[in-house]
């Protein structure tokens, strides 16, 4: 009671009724309810005043307990969804990984096996598509009857997860077929691991030179190369971990020519960059060492990404958390940048970076709601249960203070399974009050309230973003 709620499209007084798991009004303050007050008649009220409510975040890129990089990423499903509760995201969706060699169900079952019972809050999966063959094309087609409606190519990582043309071809063919959404890391592998390569052989080992080798230019042309392709064959192409400008400027081209081009930023790319962070003295470049990497400052990518972001040039913010420890993990790649596990964690952190947005005059308090929670919604097949708050919706739900404060990473003040963090020393004015998630409170006054397996598996319908 007593809030302003915010959606994607505006903002205004109201009292949210739930009963439940699911919203069942949205009252004009003090309304009555069988001819009472609402404080006489509900079980609990929530005081609101002075403050955001909104719908639960979305997170839609995230990699819990993924293998990679000769490790595994230090969040799991009960550590990594908790921290996103307590960050005010209600809903994750990872990446079930078909590994080289293993059938797609069957990759599918381990992603399911190792989240059932474990989750904070909601979940769901993407189908990462690690060899594209005969069999798997067929098990991609089987996808909607699991309740999954998006796969995931890499045209980076040879060797590990990667897609040539031909085989990027005709899953996007099988794709269309099939109503799913193309997901792509769009960085061109091949040309990357020459300059590894290369840089290795000249002495540049330090982390910093992980952004050298991965160039702008080769965000460039995978990006255009997947929206030929895309172009080509009718599938919906949602490219993912946007960085560089150029590849901003493709999407744009493509939405331009009316296709079903999208594509999601991350926090990191708005925010760090090649000079300050993953350039950062000895090895602690290390902690910024993920892929997409971050840009260089001086070439104003984070202006036009956040610019991208207000036109809807780019629709949407992921984590892509990838989280790896520095001490053993990380620190494998002392004296070799190609060998530091990739990723960073933000989970917890996406809502608050996003809303210092809004603060900064980036984008509007709607878009912020849009951007996190609405969007993913409509794209990733969810709109209507999740990512608005109206009748019939899951209660998830996040009361933000506006007037609060959150310190983020000194210390232990995150909660993500990790030893460092990437946002150290950020501040952000305002703060994840309450969080409800399918109706029931699970974070308030400072406190985790929820238990693991709160979290439940939700089936997706196709993508509602398409024009
Ligand atoms: O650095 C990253 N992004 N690690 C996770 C794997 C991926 O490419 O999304
Ligand atoms: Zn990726
Ligand atoms: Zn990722």
Not at 155 to 172: E, N, T
Not at 230 to 246: I, R
Not at 344 to 356: K, P, T, W
Not at 414 to 424: G, L, V
């Amino acid at each position: 009671t007593g809030g302003t709620v915010v959606s994607a499209t505006g903002r205004g007084a109201a009292d949210v009724l739930v009963d439940g798991e699911r919203i069942v009004a949205l009252l004009e303050p003090g309304s009555t309810v069988l001819g009472a007050n609402l404080a006489e008649t509900v079980d609990t009220v929530i005081d609101a005043s002075g403050k955001y409510v909104i719908p639960g975040g979305i997170d839609a890129h995230t990699h819990m307990s993924m293998p990679f990089g000769g490790t595994t990423a230090a969040d799991d499903f009960e550590t990594g969804t908790r921290a996103a509760a307590w960050g005010g995201t209600t809903m994750i969706i990872d990446f079930a990984v078909q590994k080289f060699g293993e059938r797609v169900p069957e990759s599918l079952q381990t992603w399911h096996d190792m989240a059932a019972g474990q989750c904070a809050v909601d979940y769901s999966f993407h189908q990462i598509i690690g060899e594209v063959n005969k069999e798997s094309l067929a098990e991609l087609r089987r996808l909607p009857d699991e309740g999954i409606t998006s796969y995931k190519l890499f045209m980076a990582y040879p060797g590990v997860f990667y897609s040539d043309d031909a085989q990027i071809l005709r899953a996007m063919q099988t794709g269309a077929d099939t109503g799913l959404l193309t997901m792509m890391h769009a960085e061109n592998g091949p040309a990357i691991d020459v300059l590894v390569e290369q840089l290795l052989a000249q002495g540049k080992t330090d982390p910093y030179y992980h952004g050298v080798a991965r160039a702008w230019q080769l965000e460039e042309e995978a990006t255009h190369r997947a929206i030929m392709l895309a172009d080509l064959t009718g599938a919906p192409l949602y490219v993912v971990h946007v960085s560089a400008k150029q590849a901003v400027a493709q999407l744009a081209a493509a939405r331009d020519r009316g296709r079903n081009v999208f594509g999601e930023t991350c926090p990191q790319y708005l925010y760090l960059s090649l000079e300050d962070n993953l350039g950062a003295p000895g090895f602690e470049g290390a902690k910024w060492v993920c892929s997409t990497p971050l840009r260089s400052r001086e070439e104003e990518h984070q202006n036009q990404v956040w610019q991208a972001l207000r036109t809807n040039d780019l629709q949407m913010v992921s984590t892509d958390h990838c989280p790896f420890c520095m001490k053993g993990q990380k620190d494998m790649g002392i004296g070799d940048f190609s060998k530091i596990p990739n990723g960073i964690g933000s989970v917890e952190h996406r809502m608050d970076l996003m809303y210092q947005g809004v603060v900064d005059g980036r984008i509007t308090l709607e878009r912020w709601v849009e951007i996190t929670s609405t969007t993913p919604a409509r794209m990733f097949g969810l709109y209507g249960r999740k990512g608005v708050l109206a009748p019939g919706a899951d209660a998830d739900i996040v009361v933000y203070d506006p007037n609060g404060h959150t310190s983020i990473g000194l210390g232990k003040t995150h909660h993500m399974n990790m030893d460092h963090s990437a946002w150290e020393g950020y501040e952000i004015d305002g703060h994840v009050d309450v969080v409800l998630s399918r109706g029931k409170v699970v974070v308030a006054d400072g406190e985790y309230r929820g238990r693991k397996g709160d979290g439940k598996f939700v089936r997706r319908d196709q993508c509602q973003y398409l024009i």
